[in-house]
Antibody, heavy 115, light 111 residues
């Protein structure tokens, strides 16, 4: 079964850091680009970042550029999102999503930024 | 950035009746390879989003055939031929032609 499972969400103070992880299974991970997409309370879906299958191409939303870093370890079938300088507006459910055209979504992991 | 504008943002529906959601992009979504990378997603209450339609009109596996997508260039439509109770949720359009990727605001469908 094709599956992606996020973890690492937590309560963190403003200005803090957090790393999200996504474990992939059921497909050849290195063949697929991977996204992070988030949904803040009361708001819609928001693109955060993407990384190519090889890891050589990355792209970020302006709202997280310079603060978040996407990476992957194809030997472990793992996707990561390193988040720093966190703000209240980063509070959201973060989804790991497969493929440039977003065909498989995880269940999400919750990040809350609050003092 | 490409702005995706959905309408309506709230859609009261009647079971068994048709429903339609529109999405307009601020620039053409035709990619250099000739394909139009436009998608529809559904997020039911308490669930993760799932893709319903890709490349304008292609239904994903397991998506009922009462859902259909159409459009071209900058104007797109999602139609539900006969609304069922399980169709309640928020529907989002999204373009995967240009960087950065952008979503519509979402349309809440409720009975």
């Amino acid at each position: 079964e094709v599956q992606v499972v996020e973890s690492g969400g937590d309560l963190v103070q403003p200005g803090g850091s957090l790393r999200l992880s996504c474990s992939a299974s059921g497909f050849t991970f290195s063949n697929y680009a991977m996204y992070w997409v988030r949904k803040a309370p009361g708001k819609g879906l928001e693109y955060v970042s993407v990384i190519s299958g090889s890891g050589h191409f990355t792209n970020y939303a302006d709202s997280v550029k310079g603060r978040f870093t996407i990476s992957r370890d194809n030997s472990k079938n793992m996707l990561y999102l390193q988040m720093s300088s966190l703000r209240a507006e980063d509070t959201a459910v973060y989804y790991c999503v497969r493929d440039y055209h977003l065909d498989v979504w995880g269940q999400g992991t919750t990040v809350t930024v609050s003092s | 950035d490409v702005v995706m504008t959905q309408s309506p943002l709230s859609l009261p529906v009647t079971l068994g009746q048709p429903a339609s959601i529109s999405c307009r992009s601020s620039q053409s979504l035709v990619y250099s390879d000739g394909n139009t990378y436009f998608n529809w997603f559904q997020q039911r209450p308490g669930q993760s989003p799932r893709r319903l339609i890709y490349k304008v009109s292609n239904r994903d596996s397991g998506v009922p055939d009462r859902f259909s997508g159409s459009g071209s260039g900058t104007d797109f439509t999602l139609k539900i031929s006969r609304v069922e109770a399980e169709d309640v949720g928020v529907y989002y359009c999204m373009q995967t032609t240009h960087w950065p990727r952008t979503f519509g605001q979402g349309t809440k469908v409720e009975i």
